[in-house]
Nanobody
Framework: VQLQAFGGGLVQAGGSLRLSCAAS????????MGWFRQDPGKEREIVAA????????YYADSVKGRFTISRDNAKNTVYLQMNSLKPEDTAVYYC????????????????WGQGTLVTVSS
C-alpha cells in the first residue's frame, strides 16, 4: 500500500484545513487508517483513527470537537477536516494504514505517507 497526503499549508488560528490521503492497492479499503502528527524534537502522536468501515473513530483529546476523520472507500481516500486550528496544531501530519480493521497505537500501523506540513499562525 502506498499513501500520499495532501492539503497542508499555512493558516491563521481559528481557520480550517482539510487533509486528504490517497491510498493505492486493492486491499486499502479494508485497512484501518490514521492521522498522526510530529513536531521537531517530539514523538509522533496519533491525531485520529478510523476503522475500515468508518466506525468506530478515535480522536486524541487535544483535537476532539475540532477535527473530523472520514473515509471514502470507493476512492481509497481518507480525510482529516481540521477546524478551529490553534498554533499548537502546527506539525507535520502523516497518514498511515494498518493491515487490520482497527488500530490506534502507532506500532500497529504498517504503511506511512510522506507527511504534509500544517502551520498555524497566531
Amino acid at each position: 500500500v502506498q499513501l500520499q497526503a495532501f492539503g497542508g499549508g499555512l493558516v491563521q488560528a481559528g481557520g480550517s484545513l482539510r487533509l486528504s490521503c490517497a491510498a493505492s492497492g486493492r486491499t486499502a479499503s479494508t485497512y484501518a487508517m490514521g492521522w498522526f502528527r510530529q513536531d521537531p524534537g517530539k514523538e509522533r502522536e496519533i491525531v485520529a483513527a478510523i476503522s475500515w468501515s468508518g466506525v468506530p473513530t478515535y480522536y486524541a483529546d487535544s483535537v476532539k470537537g475540532r477535527f473530523t476523520i472520514s473515509r471514502d472507500n470507493a476512492k481509497n481516500t481518507v480525510y482529516l477536516q481540521m477546524n478551529s486550528l490553534k498554533p499548537e496544531d502546527t506539525a507535520v501530519y502523516y497518514c498511515a494504514a494498518a493491515s487490520r480493521s482497527w488500530a490506534v497505537a502507532l506500532n500497529e500501523y504498517d504503511y506511512w505517507g510522506q507527511g504534509t506540513l500544517v502551520t498555524v499562525s497566531s
